[in-house]
Every structure is written in structure tokens, then in C-alpha cells.
């Protein structure tokens, strides 16, 4: 391996540039230089110093080891080295209504071979039972020149448990994990083993932030069995802000749906800048990078810290066939309040079609995060038109206002809009923000727009 920097085989030996100048050495003059006259007795003399040299160096080097080893042994006494100190470190504990959770601190232990082995068992023993397998069941439509079909697939991620409430356990997990689901079940599976019918449950969405690729998910209470819940934990948060280069981190998912399973690391890299696909749509997000490895199925997993805090969700692994050892987790910290916002979402059932409700907005237009980055405008939908007299309009919004939630729940793209509004039946009053452009920058209004049907959007557009 080699440092292209430097030139330098990283493996410990040394290749000099043979390229350059040479220095010389001319045998011939050697050879033609007069011969010095040895003189009588010249190496036995010789040798009697030195070997009256070595016996005195050796008589004084005794003397200095022996009273070195004297004064080790005495202050250190028989054997002296170096331990990790385990006593300081933070071993307070947490209670939750679902158990004891511990912050289990990491230990250093040496193997067989005199080297330092990271023992990361008790982080794991601890923390396995705050992570859970997800499976996404959805279906997608296929268009040939024989007419259109429909065929089920599904897909497999993890989700971390962030709280609870009377009713519901929480889990946060990544948007693309659970996007397009049609069904969502949770595995609870500490063991590590597969998945298990008895502790498989459904799950609902709760709300999502595809710009954040951001989940929350609850699953009923009700369906839990006690003895399921006595087994389960809530993550104990740490603080990504703290995080420093080449600190070691456990990550834990669910990859390849295998069931969960653990890799280590270090961390690599702090605000990485990376784009990933979410939802349809492409994000800059700034990431933890870390060695550990980040497989398909680990995205929603834990990033662990090597007291057992939950300091990043695992997301993305860059694939290339040159790179291992490159996977990226968003910062707890930075998402902690995001988090938060879609746990206090109401649930909500979908409504029948006929009853569903619209804004009265026409003309809408996604601004992608390119076309953001490139024009200075926010993530959302873009309003060309607002039907007058109807709902929006009522509510006060205008042409080339940028919508980006709706029911407090994050929306970037026209299909995020239209999946929400089948949860809201016509007459119902929503909460809509806005992002408006005001004296060159764009302010944020919320509305409440109350829903009209489609026959009076259909009317209103005659």
C-alpha cells in the first residue's frame, strides 16, 4: 500500500527514487591508493583495549539496571502497565416504563496474540432490544404493451424505539425504509434470531420528513404482549455534537433482513456532505461517516457511541466496487426536535375517495433540491395557481407560494401532498404552511385552509 503524498510503502519499508542523481564510488582510485605500513603489535594492543573497554561498560550498565529494577519494583512493584480506567466512567442508569436501560461502557481487553481487542458485548446485550426489524410491503404498477399489472414486493430495514406514549410504542426510522408501504410490520427480535410470528406486529406511520429522510412509526400497545414488552427498551439519546474523529461506534440492523446483527467501528469523518435518495427525491444531507459497516436492511438502525447512546441513524452505505468502509448515519442532534414534531402526529385513517378533500390549488410544481439549490428556494410545492373562491384562496394563499407541510406533516413533492390529503375528508379545516417570498427572501406562513370536494374544484375551473 502506498502513500501517494509521499511516495512512502505504507507497510513499513522504504523505496527511494533511483531516478535521480547517483552517488559514485570509483573502485579504481581505491585500488591505486599506496598501502599504509602496519605497525608491530598493532591488533593485539588493540584488542586489549577493548575488551578492558567492555568489561568496564558492561560492570557499570549491571549496576544501573540493577538499581533501576530496585526502584521499580519498590514504587511500582513486580510488574508495571497499562490499563483502561473503567472506574470514571458514566455507568449511571435510566428508567423507562418499558425496563432498565444502562449506559454500558465499552472495555478494552487484551487477546491472545498481545493485542488490544474492543470488547463491545455489553453495549450489545444492553441495546440489541432498542432496535427492531422493519419489512415494508408495497406494490408497484408495471405498464407494458399488453396492458398494465400490479405485483407485491418487499423490502426490509431496522427502526430504533424512541418512545412511548399511553397507547402507542414509537419507533424512528429512515423515510425510505417505509416508503409506498402498503403494509408495515415490526419484529421485535433482541436475540438477533429471524423474525419470530408471535412478536411480529403492524405498524402505522405516524408522520415522515422525506428531507430529513425521516420516519416515526407506532405500533398499538394493546397488541404487545407483556411478556413482549418487558423485553424491550427505549433508546437512551446521546449528543452527536460531541462525536470526535476516530471515536469507536457500534451500528446495529436489521441487514439483508437476516435479523439484527452488529458491526464496529470508528468514526471517520464528521459533516460529511452526501446525496441520497429519498422518497423519490434527492437530498444533500451532512452525515456521520463510519467504518462500521452500513448494509442494506441496517438503514433506520442504531449508531451507537461507546457508552450505548443512540448518536446517529443509520441511512447509507456508498456502494462502489474501489470502497469498503464508508457508511453514514444522520446526527441524532441534529434531528432530535424533527423526531419529536412527528411523535406528537395524530394518526390518521385514510378516507373514502369519494369523501376525500382538496386545497383548490392547480398548476403545482415540485421544487426539487436541485432546483432549491439552484434558485435559492425552498424544498416543496410550488403554487401557479389557487382556484378562486375556494378553500386555499379563502385561507389567504397566492400564486407562488411554496407549500412544505401540511397536517404538520413535511411534504416536498406533489405525491407527498396528494398521499396526505387522503386522510382529510372535504369540510375539514388543515393546517397548511407556506413559504411566501417577501422583499427578496422567503417567510413562512401558516394557513388554515378548509377542504372543498372535487365537484366543486371541477366547477370552479369550467
Known sequence: MYDDLNNNDTTGRNYYDTGSSYTHYNS????????????????????????????????????SFMGVN???????????????????????????ELGESENTVASTTTGSDGSDVY??????????????????????????MFGSYSQQSSSSGSGII??????????????????????????????????????????????????????????????????????????????????????????????????????????????????????????????????AAINPGNSGGALLNSKGELVGINSAKFVSENVEGMGYAIPISDVEEIINELMDIEIRDKVDESEQGYLGVSDLVDVTSDVSESYNMPTGIYV??????????????????????LGGVTVSSYSELKEQLTYYAAGETVEVIVQRMENSSYTEETLQVTLCTAEEVNAAQR
Open 119 to 144: 470488547d463491545v458485548s455489553g453495549i450489545v446485550e444492553n441495546c440489541m432490544s432498542s432496535v427492531v426489524s422493519i419489512t415494508n410491503v408495497s406494490t408497484t404498477e408495471f405498464r407494458t
Open 28 to 63: 579504481s582510485d581505491a585500488m591505486n591508493q599506496p598501502k599504509k605500513k602496519k605497525k608491530k603489535g598493532g591488533f593485539g594492543r588493540t584488542d586489549a583495549k577493548c575488551l578492558v573497554l567492555a568489561v568496564l561498560f558492561g560492570s557499570v550498565a549491571s549496576a
Open 70 to 96: 530496585y526502584l521499580g519494583n519498590r514504587y511500582f512493584g513486580d510488574a508495571v502497565s497499562a490499563q483502561v480506567d473503567t472506574d470514571t466512567a458514566d455507568t449511571s442508569t435510566a428508567e423507562t
Open 384 to 405: 401557479r395557481t389557487v382556484i378562486a373562491g375556494l378553500g386555499a384562496d379563502a385561507a389567504g394563499m397566492e400564486a407562488g407560494d411554496i407549500i412544505t407541510k
Open 162 to 291: 424512541i418512545g412511548q406514549n399511553n397507547k402507542e410504542l414509537l419507533i424512528v426510522t429512515n423515510n425510505h425504509v417505509i416508503s409506498g408501504a402498503d403494509e408495515i410490520s415490526v419484529y421485535f427480535n433482541s436475540d438477533g434470531d429471524e423474525a419470530d410470528e408471535s412478536n411480529v406486529f403492524s405498524a402505522l406511520v405516524k408522520g415522515t420528513d422525506s428531507n430529513k429522510d425521516l420516519a416515526v412509526i407506532e405500533v398499538d400497545l394493546s397488541d404487545i404482549p407483556e411478556e413482549t414488552l418487558t423485553t424491550v427498551k427505549i433508546a437512551t439519546i446521546g449528543d452527536s455534537s460531541t462525536l470526535k474523529v476516530g471515536e469507536p461506534v457500534v451500528a446495529i440492523g436489521n441487514a439483508y433482513g437476516y435479523g439484527l446483527s452488529v458491526t464496529a467501528g470508528i468514526v471517520s469523518a464528521l459533516n460529511r456532505e452526501v446525496t441520497l435518495e429519498s422518497d423519490g427525491q434527492t437530498i444533500m444531507s451532512k452525515l456521520i461517516q463510519t467504518d
